[in-house]
């Protein structure tokens, strides 16, 4: 009656290309002290045309790894090779966490779950209903609107610099959803519940253009999935407005919870002790 766990090494990975940027062996390896675990989680970096070769390690238990995180550019290839996936998992087509159980390759997608749980850990009733404004349509947009859809909003408009990349995720994502260009931003910002940009603008120091925070309804909440710098542009813009706004650090660290406790077996917590670790970092 043996967990496949136990046979296997504490031993978990994130793999990517390029990886040496990756926080989340910070954040794994600040869990395993704090709960006295003697496990650990490596970066490992490998090319696109070695990953299937990775996966079939992973599988036949030669790597000596119990799971691990993937990231890009692998996600898609992660979910293609797994024995097993759930349904939310199958309608991204990209996982970015893996676990064995049983000599099975379990693969599933986490970065909704983190979204959601960020705004809900850091300003709670933020999904009242009404419109969102989702800005963007990229590899990242598809989790944020998946999540999204499941909470009380009326409407989710997705607004994208190139309009096919949105309307093909209306087309995915149901009724709820609905697609539009960029120049139509400001627009349904007027009144809208909800902001978030999934974009890569303003990371780094990158300039963002000006958007019509000021316009959302009372009581709408601005968030954005850049979390370097912390106040991204558009969260700087949000609160001069007077905007309430969540940053997206808390989106990463919750997203790794649900991976860690299925390659340690306990359940470890996101409070401000891990935050200050990781602004410390940046
Ligand atoms: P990710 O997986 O991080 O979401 P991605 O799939 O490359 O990355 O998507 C990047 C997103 O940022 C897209 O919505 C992209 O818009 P396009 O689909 O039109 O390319 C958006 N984006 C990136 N740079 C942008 C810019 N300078 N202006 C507007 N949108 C931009």
Redesign the pocket.
């Given at each position: 009656m043996s967990d496949s766990r136990e046979t296997i090494n504490h031993r978990a990975f994130v793999v990517g290309y390029p990886i040496k940027h990756s926080r989340s062996p910070l954040i794994h390896t600040h869990w395993l002290n704090k709960l006295g675990i003697a496990g650990s989680y490596e970066r490992i970096e490998v090319a696109p045309d070695g990953f299937a070769a990775f996966v079939g390690s992973l599988k036949d238990g030669t790597s000596g790894f119990c799971g691990g995180n993937v990231t890009?550019p692998h996600k898609e290839a992660a979910y293609g090779l797994a024995d097993q996936t759930d349904a939310l998992t199958q309608e991204l087509g990209a996982a970015n966490t893996l676990w064995l159980e049983g000599g099975r390759l379990i693969a599933t997608n986490t970065d909704g779950v983190g979204f959601l749980a960020n705004l809900d850990d850091r300003h709670p009733g933020w999904d009242r209903g009404g419109s969102a404004v989702v800005?963007?349509?990229?590899?990242?947009?598809?989790a944020v609107i998946q999540a999204l859809r499941e909470r009380g909003f009326a409407e989710i408009h997705v607004v994208?610099?190139?309009i096919?990349?949105?309307r093909e995720l209306a087309d995915r994502f149901g009724a709820k959803v609905r697609a539009h260009p960029?120049a139509a931003c400001g627009e349904l910002m007027t009144g809208a519940n909800f902001f978030v940009n999934?974009?890569?603008?303003g990371m780094d120091g990158e300039p963002a253009?000006e958007l019509p925070f000021a316009a959302l309804a009372d009581g709408a909440v601005a968030t954005d999935?850049v979390y370097v710098p912390l106040k991204t542009p558009f969260l700087l813009q949000a609160e001069r407005a007077g905007v309430p706004i969540v940053d997206g650090l808390g989106m990463l660290l919750h997203q790794a919870a649900p991976g860690f406790e299925k390659w340690f077996g306990k359940k470890p917590v996101v409070d401000a002790e891990l935050r200050a670790l990781i602004i410390a970092d940046m």
């Open positions: 890009i800005l963007g349509a990229g590899g990242a947009s598809r994208n610099r190139s096919e990349r949105a960029f999934t974009t890569s603008l253009p999935i």
